[in-house]
């Protein structure tokens, strides 16, 4: 199974942009799923996880109060509202096993993300 991301644009500091994520096929013992991002020669970073059961959220403190993630029946969307410049990355999705981690490493299925560049 691979999850997909899509959405990304160029767009202007300010401006918003919603992403989504889909699964190659329907997953049943997902947990967790999560957005990161990376840059172009830096480690891949967390941005926002949610409970697949229950629609709890967690956010990274970058993010937090202007991004929000949520799920609409199998797709997980992430709402970025107020974009800046340091938003400008790869993002991908993932599925993990253990609530609240933020570590690639308790996450898979990662497929190809999607760039959002944010000019200022």
């Known amino acids: 199974v691979q999850l997909q991301a899509s959405g990304g644009g160029k767009v202007q500091a300010g401006d918003s942009l919603k992403l989504s994520c889909a699964a190659s096929?329907?997953?049943?013992?997902?947990?967790?799923r999560g957005w990161f991002r990376q840059v172009p020669g830096k480690e891949r970073e967390f941005v926002a996880g949610?409970?697949?059961?229950?629609?709890s959220t967690y956010y990274a403190d970058s993010v937090k109060d202007r991004f929000a993630i949520s799920r609409d029946k199998n797709l997980m969307l992430l709402q970025m509202n107020s974009l800046k410049p340091e938003d400008t990355a790869i993002y991908y999705c993932?599925?993990?096993?253990?609530?609240?981690?933020?570590?690639?490493?308790?996450?898979?299925?990662w497929g190809q993300g999607t760039l959002v560049t944010v000019s200022s």
């Open positions: 096929r329907v997953i049943t013992n997902n947990f967790v």
């Open positions: 993932a599925t993990g096993f253990r609530w609240g981690s933020r570590q690639t490493t308790d996450f898979s299925s």
């Open positions: 949610i409970s697949w059961n229950s629609g």
